[in-house]
Structures are given as structure tokens and as C-alpha cells.
T-cell receptor
Framework: DTGVSQNPRHKITKRGQNVTFRCDPI?????LYWYRQTLGQGPEFLTY????????KSRLLSDRFSAERPKGSFSTLEIQRTEQGDSAMYLC?????????????FGPGTRLTVL | AQSVTQLDSQVPVFEEAPVELRCNYS??????LFWYVQYPNQGLQLLLK??????LVKGINGFEAEFNKSQTSFHLRKPSVHISDTAEYFC???????????FGAGTRLFVKA
């Protein structure tokens, strides 16, 4: 069990650029989640996958955001035409599929700074 | 809809002193509650969770929490803190309508020597 990994750990970009983040979950976990955390706040849910199917999306996830999980393994989160308000820590988590009370295991996050 | 409120944004405490981090919840359905910890530059880690049974839940690193239905609270306690406990602590509740977790705003515990 190598844990959840996220890359890159830090990303600085200029407003209007596109960025893509990657999350590698724990290998046997079916569910994968994306959260966003801004300074002084708890993580806010963005979206989640069961295997390759994206089953729920938050209203926070505007049309500029898209997430994929091809083949039910790693996932990518893309933000198009970044805005300064997108600056945040983007967290990925994974869990087994058995129940919504299952423990979610979090990665270290990708910190995005939009200049 | 489920929600949690963490009553303190920051809690400074001296090393070896006891600490309590407060969390109140709101839920119209069965209650399940979590506490997570986030150390500097690290991801969130589950401390403990209440699903059913005993209202006193023991977690990792000497932390425990007590589920109190009448007061709708799930406060986190530790009898003697260490410098290494300095971190952000989040109370959370799973959304029974889906699979997302709803987090409180967090309490920053700062342990002083």
C-alpha cells in the first residue's frame, strides 16, 4: 500500500492558462474523490468516481473543470482558462466501494496558484 | 441535509495539557461522524469515526471523541498533548445521499512548549 499520490505537488500558472492534475489512488480502491480546499476552510467536494464512471459532480465544478478516470485507475482534473479564484489546494482521496462510511484516504494535494 | 460546525478556529495549548476540540452536527438521518487531522504539508488522515455502538470512540495518537445525541456534539479530546499534535483538525460527516464527505471549517491546534 503506497498510499494516494498526486502530481504535481505545486503548480503556478498565469490566468487564462489550462492546468491538469493527476491522482493515483490506492490500487484496490474503486472510489476516487476530488476536493478543493481554500485557506482556512475545510475540503469541499468536487466530484467522485466509482471505477471509471463519474457519479456525482458538485455545483462548484463549473464548465471549466473536467475530470476523468480512464480504465478506473488514475484520475485527472483539468481546469481550463484558469482564474485567480481557482487558487486552492486540490485534494484527491480514494476508498473501497462497500459503504459511504468507508474511510477515505487522502493524497498530499496539489497546490494551485493562479497569478 | 447533514452539516458540521466547528466552534473554534484556533486552539492554543501548552504541551502536556488536555485539549478539547468542539464539533456540533446537524442531521435528520442516521448519524455517522468522523475526525480527520491534517499535518503541515500532508494530506488528511482519519483519526477516528463513530458509526454506532459505544458513544466513546478511541482513535489514533491517543485521541478520543464522544458522541452526544442530546447535545448534537462530537467533541475530540486528548488528555495530554504533544508538540507533534500541532495540526489542523476537521470534523466531518458522510453525506448519506451520496458518497461525498462534508467537512467543517477546521480547528487549528497549536501546541506550545
Amino acid at each position: 500500500d503506497t498510499g494516494v499520490s498526486q502530481n504535481p505537488r505545486h503548480k503556478i500558472t498565469k490566468r487564462g492558462q489550462n492546468v491538469t492534475f493527476r491522482c493515483d489512488p490506492i490500487s484496490e480502491h474503486n472510489r476516487l474523490y476530488w476536493y478543493r480546499q481554500t485557506l482556512g476552510q475545510g475540503p469541499e467536494f468536487l466530484t467522485y468516481f466509482q471505477n471509471e464512471a463519474q457519479l456525482e459532480k458538485s455545483r462548484l465544478l463549473s464548465d471549466r473543470f473536467s475530470a476523468e478516470r480512464p480504465k478506473g485507475s488514475f484520475s485527472t482534473l483539468e481546469i481550463q482558462r484558469t482564474e485567480q479564484g481557482d487558487s486552492a489546494m486540490y485534494l484527491c482521496a480514494s476508498s473501497l466501494a462497500a459503504s459511504y462510511t468507508d474511510t477515505q484516504y487522502f493524497g498530499p494535494g496539489t497546490r494551485l496558484t493562479v497569478l | 441535509a447533514q452539516s458540521v460546525t466547528q466552534l473554534d478556529s484556533q486552539v492554543p495549548v501548552f504541551e502536556e495539557a488536555p485539549v478539547e476540540l468542539r464539533c456540533n452536527y446537524s442531521s435528520s438521518v442516521s448519524v455517522y461522524l468522523f475526525w480527520y487531522v491534517q499535518y503541515p504539508n500532508q494530506g488528511l488522515q482519519l483519526l477516528l469515526k463513530y458509526l454506532s455502538g459505544s458513544t466513546l470512540v478511541k482513535g489514533i495518537n491517543g485521541f478520543e471523541a464522544e458522541f452526544n445525541k442530546s447535545q448534537t456534539s462530537f467533541h475530540l479530546r486528548k488528555p495530554s498533548v504533544h508538540i507533534s499534535d500541532t495540526a489542523e483538525y476537521f470534523c466531518a460527516v458522510p453525506n448519506t445521499g451520496g458518497f461525498k464527505t462534508i467537512f467543517g471549517a477546521g480547528t487549528r491546534l497549536f501546541v506550545k512548549a
